[in-house]
């Protein structure tokens, strides 16, 4: 299997001031293109450290893909770093200049002498355009690996992974193919009480179950070579009955937008009114396309929280939109909250406890967006629309 390998660079990532969206990004791509990422690892601005651990990767990794470092600023440092490995000099590269040049004329600015830093790159070295901006990346051989140097800024880097970097590999490499990644997502369950049921499934060589555990949700995965399509299909099934009706989807997306796909085969419209939600349930819908016709969102705690409330407040509130369905949060009293689902058939709710305290205030508002989600799922299935969850108590229902 070739070994491919990223190593993100810079004090902001290094320290957790950014968040590394470069890394998951690259990460996902490079599985579906069948190049998965073997590890990944993050160096500050330090040259000592980024020559230290580009050599050892060197002798390791069959790619190193290094993201960042190539600003114009004194704490760019990968293109030196790398040349210092080397044992090369930084030479300028005359085309780039007049790459850098005509951007900055195109725009009707001067280009600062800064950036001239930008187009040195090591003597050994072979540019990759960059496209987007400033940035010139580029590759070379060190020892067995081959290393591509890319800008930090993700517009910039990922146009050069997919117009650059992928297309070099694959010609390099072309026998590869993506792994097959079976994948299916739940809420309502814990990890353990899974992990427990799937103990000891039937797996094929090269075939690896896993678990991702994103509170208020649950990812189960099953990956492994194409030419174990079948015997993984069956041991999927395995998967599917032990999730049961917690699977809120399969694949990729989200319970969001399948709760779109659904109401607009079904011509439905949906009214939301949120307390202790914030506004939560309605971007999380309307971001993914769900059919709202309306809603209500209450600033302060001035509302009764109780179930009876809430189950009136969802029919007034469809009444009021003319949509056929309407799905409200109330207020949270002494970890004490009340929803409500409005249908045809119907108004339903239900009054739950919120019985683990190390939750945070925003992981509370997430779990109760994705509760009142999963009311309107089972409604769509033709389910009771009241549930049981591990970290809620109901205590009433109707």
């Not at 099934?237 to 399969?250: L, P």
């Not at 409005?342 to 239900?350: D, E, K, S």
């Not at 925003?362 to 769509?380: F, G, K, N």
């Amino acid at each position: 299997m070739l070994r491919v390998e990223m190593l993100s660079t810079g004090e902001e990532v290094l320290h957790g001031q950014i968040v590394d969206s470069n890394a998951a990004w690259l990460a996902s791509y490079l599985f579906d293109q069948g190049l998965p990422m073997t590890s990944r690892q993050t160096v500050g601005d330090s040259l000592e450290d980024l020559v230290t651990v580009m050599t050892e990767r060197s002798h390791i990794a069959d790619v190193l893909i290094v993201n960042g470092g190539l600003g114009p600023t004194s704490d760019d440092l990968s293109a030196l770093a790398v040349a210092t490995a080397c044992g090369v000099e930084l030479i300028e590269d005359a085309g780039w200049i007049a790459t850098m040049e005509a951007f900055f004329a195109e725009r009707g600015k001067p280009m600062a002498a800064s950036n001239r830093k930008q187009a040195q790159i090591p003597a050994n070295a072979e540019i990759l355009d960059n496209p987007v901006g400033t940035a010139c990346g580029f590759t070379l051989k060190f020892n067995r690996c081959q290393l591509f140097f890319t800008p930090g800024v993700p517009s910039e880097f990922k146009v050069m992974v997919e117009q650059q970097i992928v297309p070099r590999l694959h010609r390099a490499h072309p026998g590869l193919e993506a792994p097959l990644c079976l994948r299916l997502t739940t809420f309502g369950r814990s990890e353990s009480d899974l992990a427990t049921q799937l103990e000891g499934l039937p797996l094929s060589e090269g075939v690896v179950m896993g678990y991702r555990s994103s509170s208020p949700i649950i990812e189960l995965k099953l990956t492994g070579p194409r030419s174990q399509q079948a015997l993984m299909h069956q041991a999927w099934e395995r998967v599917r009955e032990v999730a049961g009706e917690s699977t809120i989807f399969e694949g990729f997306g989200g319970l969001p937008a399948r709760l779109a796909e659904r109401l607009l085969q079904q011509n439905l419209h949906l009214a939301i009114g949120e307390y202790f939600t914030g506004g939560l349930l309605n971007w999380r819908l309307q971001n993914a396309g769900v059919p709202l016709v309306g809603g209500e969102l209450l600033a302060a705690n001035t509302q009764d929280n109780s179930l009876s409330a809430q189950l009136a407040r969802a029919q007034m509130l469809a009444e009021r939109t003319g949509a056929q369905l309407a799905l409200v949060t109330g207020g949270l009293d002494e970890d004490r909250l009340s929803l409500a689902l409005h249908t045809p058939a119907g108004t339903r709710g239900m009054t739950i406890q919120y019985t683990v305290s190390r939750h945070s205030h925003e992981l509370r508002q997430e779990t109760i967006a994705m509760v009142a989600m999963d009311m309107l799922r089972r409604y769509l299935n033709v389910w009771p629309v009241v549930a049981d969850y591990p970290w809620l108590t109901v205590l009433e229902k109707i």
